[in-house]
């Protein structure tokens, strides 16, 4: 059985924009709390582009969604606060925090000086080493060609593990915390770009292809130079956006 449909303002605009409809095996309890259903239900729609910025989400209406008490949607909402993705609003609920153009580009900058150095990295790896990595990277893209094909929706995720892919083939753990650090800003960004303009999909996967293959050769200033065009070429599209 479902929920009953039911939708969150735009708190800039004041457009409606309804809560995707949710299916039992997204409500199944599967061990979890009530607020930790909660928090990975908003969370997920979070990060990819559901609920976009500026968008005053219901404690109630989450509530009824979920087939809770708002007691453990509150709890939710004050976790998603802490982690800078919602503001909240007594008695009238939990604003979307929008992306701003300064964030956009300290993730870009942070991105550029981890991504574009382990690329380098990991193409300077054995040729086995290299070798298992293009079939995990031809996985990811393959995913990403699967999701095109079904509309695109979900794009963001496969996005952001061919990426994390390359990190940690670079072989320095410190790094790969680092960029773990930044994933939730990386997928918010990407996934508003592509909800923007989802034909932008297959683009992104023609450079994907690239890059995976400048790895395999072993080639390490192109994998960092096509590293560093790719995350530029993204940014300025999610700056017109």
């Not at 690329?119 to 990811?140: D, I, M, W």
Request: neutral net charge.
């Amino acid at each position: 059985m479902h929920a009953s449909c039911v939708q969150a303002v735009h708190y800039c605009t004041g457009r409606v924009v309804p809560i995707p409809e949710t299916t039992e095996h997204e409500l199944a309890p599967r061990g979890r709390s009530a607020a930790q259903r909660a928090y990975d239900y908003v969370k997920e729609r979070l990060l990819d582009g559901r609920f976009p910025g500026g968008t005053l989400l219901s404690e109630n209406e989450l509530a009824q969604r979920l087939g809770v008490s708002r007691t453990p949607v509150r709890q939710a909402f004050v976790q998603l606060e802490a982690e800078q993705l919602l503001e909240l609003y007594p008695k009238r609920g939990a604003l979307v925090v929008p992306i701003s153009p300064s964030e956009a580009e300290d993730v870009l900058e942070a991105r550029l000086l981890i991504e574009a150095h382990c690329a380098r990295r990991a193409a300077g790896r054995s040729a086995g080493t290299r070798e298992a990595l293009a079939a995990e990277l031809a996985g990811t893209i393959a995913e990403q060609e699967r999701i095109l094909a079904a509309g695109g929706r979900g794009f963001a995720w496969p996005d952001r593990q061919f990426h994390k892919l390359i990190v940690g083939a670079a072989g320095n753990a410190l790094l790969v915390r680092q960029y773990d650090a930044l994933r939730d800003r990386h997928q918010r960004i990407a996934a508003a770009t592509i909800a923007a303009d989802p034909t932008l999909i297959a683009r992104f996967i023609a450079e994907h292809r690239d890059l995976a293959a400048a790895l395999a050769r072993g080639d390490g200033d192109a994998a960092a130079e096509l590293t560093a065009a790719h995350l530029h070429s993204a940014h300025e599209l999610a700056r017109r956006r």
